[in-house]
């Protein structure tokens, strides 16, 4: 199969992709989208919901279908606020993307992340 030449369903992106508006409304009901980031970047897509709607199923949803890390945006001062470290003194990332150590709830569904 030649990957160079586009197929029948890429012939026409009309319908593949959302505009921003409509992407802001379907993160305002609580609906997941793929955001895909500029192809010099990584050139990749990630699930993304806000995290006050995340549930256990759009979290299983992400971890088997994406297969990847389940991030959460937090700002800087709740991040201090819970002493998260980076995930790496040093970052030589190609964008210096700013991980902290991986977290888990240890208690309780308050969903207070801060964000």
């Known amino acids: 199969m030649n990957y160079d030449k586009p197929g029948p369903v890429e012939r026409d992106w009309s319908d593949a992709i959302s505009g921003i508006e409509e992407i802001i409304e379907d993160a305002r009901n609580g609906r997941?989208?793929?955001l895909v980031d500029h192809e010099d970047r990584e050139n990749e897509g990630?699930?993304?919901i806000p995290a006050q709607m995340a549930t256990p199923?759009?979290?299983n949803f992400m971890a088997t279908h994406g297969r990847g890390l389940?991030?959460?945006a937090m700002p800087g001062e709740r991040i201090d606020a819970l002493g998260l470290g980076l995930m790496t003194p040093k970052n030589?990332?190609?964008?210096e993307t700013a991980f902290t150590v991986?977290?888990?709830a240890r208690e309780g569904d308050d969903?207070?992340?801060?964000?």
């Open 102 to 104: 991986s977290i888990e």
């Open 92 to 95: 030589s990332t190609r964008h």
């Open 70 to 72: 389940i991030c959460l």
């Open 32 to 34: 997941m989208f793929i």
């Open 57 to 59: 199923d759009a979290i």
């Open 46 to 48: 990630d699930f993304v």
């Open 111 to 115: 969903g207070d992340f801060g964000a």
